[in-house]
């Protein structure tokens, strides 16, 4: 079989620098993206289809197509978005991701990669240092569609011997694409006004933490997953990198701009990030893939500033 990679959801915040990343590993013509909306940087590099995420027959016939071998499933809708549209969120969330089992119970793909998110836990998670296994009591329709999902990919893994990879991503920042639409997006927000305006209004109260990820972090955590040989007992991984407070974040950004201004108008999603961990647990991936992160809140802040400029 052709070990060509699919990419559903791939114009996405993470889908899009996974596709680049895959791509310059694999080869463009072995990594497919496809997303409900065009992306100009992925048709460039390479083969692109317009694709619905919750279309499984539309799904089948890419993978035939290109004789795909894998599938990493990034196609969601985020916490904020979803809070809107409760119905649509858990019909997007839940069916692409039954659709992609489904065919992996079938043989028709070998491997899938499916994200979940540090949404899964709740109020009732311990939040510091919050472990591979705990209780999971998520109060946004977007953390109760990854539990749910988690629960499904353990469930064709033990039940048809599915190979289905997952993370916990934690809120993940890039210069590259712009935030979705999830309650971690100030982080990414702060360092474009910083430079475009000097200051900025937060909507979550500054001693706010966190857990958050640079996105070449979770891009190498995610093809080190899909690569590892890993215990038959995991489906979805806690991963961490650093975690900090907008006060935090703000402080690490006036470094090198001094006159930087940052204020606080804290909205909705104060409340669903007081539901989600301060920091994550991370041993389990430590210790069955040998996982790493390699950038600080500092090496964070000078790369998207440089960049940014």
Not at 39 to 59: R, V
Not at 76 to 81: E, F, K
Not at 273 to 294: F, G, L, T, V
Request: proline share 4%; charged share 20%.
């Amino acid at each position: 079989m052709n070990n060509c990679k699919l990419i559903i959801g791939a114009s996405g915040q993470i889908g899009t620098e996974l596709t680049v990343h895959l791509r310059q590993i694999y080869g463009n013509s072995s990594v497919i993206a496809s997303d409900i909306k065009e992306s100009e940087t992925l048709m460039k590099s390479g083969t692109f289809e317009l694709l619905d995420a919750t279309d499984k027959d539309a799904i089948r016939n890419i993978i035939e197509k290109y004789d795909i071998s894998e599938v990493y499933l990034m196609a969601a809708m985020l916490s904020v978005t979803a809070e809107k549209y409760p119905k649509k969120a858990w019909d997007l969330n839940m069916n692409s991701l039954l659709h992609i089992l489904e065919l992996a119970k079938d043989g028709v793909i070998k491997k899938v990669f499916w994200p979940s998110s540090i949404a899964v836990f709740g109020n009732s998670t311990p939040h510091v240092n919050t472990p591979q296994k705990t209780i999971m009591e998520p109060t946004t329709v977007y953390g109760i569609s990854k539990l749910a999902g988690e629960r499904w990919c353990a469930y064709y893994k033990s039940k048809y011997n599915v190979d289905v990879r997952s993370l916990r991503y934690p809120g993940i920042i890039s210069w590259k694409t712009k935030p979705g639409g999830g309650t971690t997006d100030y982080a990414v927000e702060i360092y474009h006004k910083a430079l475009s305006e000097g200051e900025y209004s937060c909507f979550l109260t500054e001693n706010t933490r966190l857990p958050m990820m640079y996105m070449d972090d979770a891009v190498a955590a995610t093809e080190n997953l899909m690569n590892a040989d890993l215990p038959d007992t995991y489906t979805s991984y806690n991963i961490a990198a650093i975690n900090f407070t907008p006060h935090e974040i703000a402080k690490s950004i006036q470094k090198h701009i001094p006159n930087f201004k940052i204020s606080y108008s804290p909205d909705f999603r104060q409340q669903i990030a007081e539901s989600w961990p301060e920091s994550i647990d991370d041993s389990q991936a430590k210790k069955d893939w040998n996982w790493q992160h390699k950038f600080s809140l500092e090496e964070m802040t000078i790369t998207m500033l440089n960049n940014l400029k």
